[in-house]
């Protein structure tokens, strides 16, 4: 950071909330992490209800909108959250994010039409973009830099268990119950959490700018950026009215992505020039500031294209259910959660990250890698073994990234540090996923005829279900896999088919199998270059005390020339 922008930033006050009890700090540190369960908890809880969901209110061709709706707020709003909260204090915000998280959460519950869900799923997603931001920075909040390790990597462990507890909530709530009340059960844990937070949490506010400071017009070039640039990466996973995936040419994904990048430049050129940006340029101008929001960019990459395919495997090529397809991944799950609140008290007891990050890094490439591996014959011991690599390299990044981010940034700078951070993260895990779906449907359409042709079936079926007779969703539907092929054929093709059904569902499974293992390609290019951007941070101490952060804050000002130099 340069010399120019700290003079113009007043002396930020000394932080009241380190000065807490210990019983209090503890108290706030479990109503913050019950806010951030909750938003953790419907990401996940949400998806086994939809089809209930969609099926009750009739609306199958809005089933995505559901979840898009509240990805395209809470992503949206992280950075706005963050900066308000240097401005007003996080109490503030945090107690705003929670009740509008609420109210919506109420709503959607009481919704009569997918039109309202939708609404009402946005309006959550507009509180839930409090909860990620604000709460990690209250632990800048309520911990010096050197305590801080343990604390985060509780956050990453909220995160594991919320993976692991989601669905087989929403399983029992929507089975045993009814959907709305997988909404409605947010109300007495969020209540909870606003009482502690409310009574125990102070108001600490980081800057002293006023309401009319505030950049309204980033926020408001930020958000009309952002939605065509989520709302293309949506798109690219969807299928047209025929039927067929909409690629990057169309003007539904490269056109919308253009456009918002496009806006996001000029984006760029305002926070430039405004004196409160939402999201300052000069956090990004050291070494260490910028290797880190790179680093956890590409590591979400990673981290999402696992959660979302693997299941994809076990359903289809394995062949078991929905449910038990989620529990299947508890090995990746246990490794995060162990590696990320191990990584956080090593982190507290020794004060050094960057090997550790190293390690991490390193473990992930060799997870993704086995994964590239996949077959219908992999052995379920050899797959756990593959997914535990995974989770355990991943579970540094959860905690860890954090605190080196909030020791290299300016404690006035604090809240919008971290929420720039949080922004990241969830729209790295997006571009992944984006990346790694468009791998695996081009990488499915070209396996099908290669494994069908290798199969001996005879040239004119294997030109039939290549040709179009068995789509690729079909293939990815669960279920008896070769019933499906039958009802996909005419009816007067199927005493012809069914003879060759063992080596056509062979076949289709090492489809399957293969472009599932591409899929892991892109999360160990993701994991390299994560790798290499950590390589490029510089290890600043981390300290106990406000006298050694200031001094911390000085090394960072060593940077810069160095800044220079590469550039």
């Not at 399983?171 to 844990?189: A, E, K, M």
Request: aromatic letters at 8%.
């Amino acid at each position: 950071m340069s010399e120019h922008v700290r003079a113009t930033l007043p002396s930020p006050p000394e932080h009241a909330t380190l000065d807490l009890p210990t019983r209090e700090k503890l108290i706030v540190m479990v109503a913050v992490l019950l806010g951030l369960f909750l938003g953790a908890l419907d990401q996940t809880i949400v998806g086994v209800a939809l089809p209930r969901i969609v099926s009750d209110l009739k609306g199958s061709d809005l089933y995505t909108w559901v979840v898009t709706a509240y990805l395209l707020t809470s992503t949206i709003t992280v950075p706005i959250y963050g900066k308000l909260g240097d401005v007003f204090g996080r109490q503030r915000m945090l107690i705003v994010g929670i009740v509008i998280f609420l109210a919506g959460s109420a709503l959607s519950g009481l919704s009569q039409s997918m039109g309202e869900l939708i609404v009402f799923r946005g309006l959550q997603g507009c509180g839930a973009g409090a909860l990620f931001p604000i709460a990690l920075a209250v632990i800048g909040d309520l911990f010096t830099p050197r305590e801080r390790g343990r604390y985060q990597g509780l956050f990453g462990a909220v995160f594991g268990l919320s993976f692991i507890v989601g669905p087989f909530l929403g399983g029992i709530i929507t089975d045993d119950i009814s959907w709305h009340w997988i909404f409605y059960v947010n109300l007495p844990v969020g209540i909870v959490a606003l009482y502690a937070i409310s009574t125990r949490l102070p108001n600490i506010k980081t800057t002293t700018a006023r309401l009319r400071d505030l950049d309204f017009s980033g926020i408001a070039i930020f958000t009309v950026g952002v939605v065509p640039i989520l709302l293309g990466l949506t798109f690219k996973g969807l299928t047209d009215a025929s039927g067929n995936l909409y690629g990057w040419t169309s003007w539904q994904v490269g056109g919308l992505l253009l456009a918002g990048l496009a806006i996001m430049a000029a984006f760029v050129v305002n926070e430039s020039r405004v004196r409160q940006p939402i999201i300052p340029l000069d956090l990004f101008s050291t070494r260490t500031l910028a290797a880190t929001n790179v680093a956890v960019f590409m590591v979400s990459s990673c981290m999402f294209a696992a959660v979302i395919f693997i299941p994809l495997y076990y359903q289809v090529v394995k062949g078991v259910s929905a449910t038990a397809s989620g529990y299947s991944m508890w090995p990746l799950l246990l490794g995060l959660i162990g590696t990320s609140v191990g990584a956080g008290f090593y982190l507290t007891r020794t004060g050094r990250y960057k090997a550790l990050l190293l390690i991490g890094l390193g473990v992930l490439i060799v997870g993704s890698f086995l994964l590239t591996h996949l077959s219908p014959t992999t052995a379920t011991p050899t797959l756990w073994l593959w997914l535990a690599l995974t989770g355990l390299g991943i579970g540094p990044s959860m905690s860890v990234f954090t605190v080196v981010i909030q020791n290299a940034a300016p404690r006035e700078r604090l809240g919008t540090a971290t929420s720039t951070l949080a922004f990241l993260r969830q729209v790295g895990g997006m571009v992944g996923l984006a990346v790694a779906g468009t791998v695996f449907t081009q990488g499915l359409s070209t396996q099908m005829p290669k494994q069908l042709s290798a199969a001996h079936l005879p040239s004119q079926l294997t030109a039939h279900i290549s040709g179009g007779a068995f789509s690729e969703n079909n293939i990815a539907s669960v279920g008896n896999l070769g019933q499906t092929i039958l009802q996909a054929v005419p009816v007067a093709a199927r005493a012809e088919v069914r003879p060759y059904l063992p080596q056509i569902v062979g076949a289709l499974h090492n489809a399957m199998s293969l472009a599932l293992g591409g899929v892991f390609w892109v999360a160990v290019v993701g994991a390299i270059l994560g790798f290499l951007a950590t390589l490029l941070m510089r290890e600043l101490p981390l300290q106990s005390g406000h006298r050694q952060e200031r001094e911390a804050e000085r090394e960072t000002e060593k940077e810069e020339p160095e800044m220079a130099a590469l550039a």
